[in-house]
């Protein structure tokens, strides 16, 4: 039985870093949302063997892919409760960029927890879901969590978020990979908004309520590290603003950068737009959207 899933990528609309952690973490508070650009996963159950494979060449094929890692962690907590543990196989057809900050990989390890839990007739609760999720990486939580989201701690602590307005995206990946590492290491703390007057609009976003329009609290804390130590990202930015003629924006630790639209019309001809002023480029471009 093979069963075709679809893994949607999210972005943060903003990001703020509020402190570092004794763990060498960061805390932060953000608000991330599911957007419909989407990879698909194809799982077939009942195998002999645990596999994976990827059309992409910078996913890994092995035991370090998270959607590999989140079966071998599932079947380890239902052993107890089913006795089973059956191998798979999962093909993934990869359309979010990796090292994108768009959540490729927590996603696709998301979809697969879900999958697992659905195919063994839902030995594990939602909750237990999510902090399994933990485990392989902070935004997994969010993508089972399955709502616009504020996100604190490392990402972990998740408050939905109600009547987000809905927009269109046009987004590019520069054709550079950022590494998280990196960019949380060599943030300026002298530059970001970690204090708390310059977060003050951040942490008082209401959380509910009727068309809560972002387009004014969009920021990301780690944007001015990434463009530092990727200068593709920064001359990528200032290229599709001035070709957008609108703000644009980064998401997660980068380094897809994005900007909104009201309408899909405008949004069709901003992405046409940049996709014939990079043709032949490495930069890649996409069309999206998010609604609540």
């Known amino acids: 039985m093979i069963k075709k899933i679809a893994s949607f990528a999210k972005i943060n609309l903003f990001l703020y870093i509020t402190s570092k952690r004794t763990d060498g973490y960061h805390n932060l508070y953000s608000l991330m949302t599911q957007i419909d650009l989407c990879d698909d996963l194809y799982i077939e159950f009942a195998k002999n063997e645990l596999s994976i494979c ?8 092995d035991e370090s892919n998270l959607a590999y890692k989140a079966v071998v962690l599932f079947h380890q907590a239902i052993k107890n409760k089913t006795g ?4 798979l196989s999962i093909k993934i057809i990869k359309r979010i960029p ?22 063994y007739k839902t030995p594990l609760s939602k909750a237990e879901l999510m902090t399994m999720g933990v485990k392989l990486g902070a935004d997994v939580p969010f993508f089972i969590f399955g709502h616009p989201a504020i996100a604190k701690g490392i990402g972990e602590r998740l408050e939905k978020v109600a009547g987000l307005k809905s927009y ?3 987004l590019c990946h520069p054709g550079v990979g950022a590494s998280t590492v990196k960019v949380y290491k060599n943030i300026d703390y002298r530059l970001t908004s970690n204090q708390k007057d310059n977060i003050k609009i951040g942490l008082n976003v209401p959380l509910r309520g009727q ?8 920021h990301n804390d780690l944007e001015e590290s990434a463009c530092r130590l990727y200068p593709d990202i920064k001359n990528t930015k200032e290229e599709m603003a001035l070709l ?30 940049l996709l014939k002023a990079w043709d032949n480029s490495k930069k890649r471009v996409f069309l999206s959207s998010f609604n609540s």
Not at 54 to 61: F, S, T, Y
Not at 84 to 87: C, D, H, T
Not at 211 to 218: K, Q, T
Request: charged content about 25%.
């Open 84 to 87: 089973e543990k059956k191998g």
């Open 168 to 170: 269109h995206l046009v």
């Open 98 to 119: 990796p090292g994108g900050g768009l959540g490729g990989g927590s996603s696709n390890a998301a979809a697969v927890l879900m999958a697992l839990n659905t195919y």
């Open 244 to 273: 957008l003629q609108r703000k644009v924006y980064m998401t997660g630790s980068g380094a897809t950068l994005f900007a909104l639209f009201s309408d899909r019309e405008s949004a069709k001809k901003g992405f046409e737009r």
């Open 54 to 61: 990827c059309d992409h060449p910078d996913v890994p094929e």
């Open 211 to 218: 068309n809560f329009d972002v387009r004014d609290l969009l």
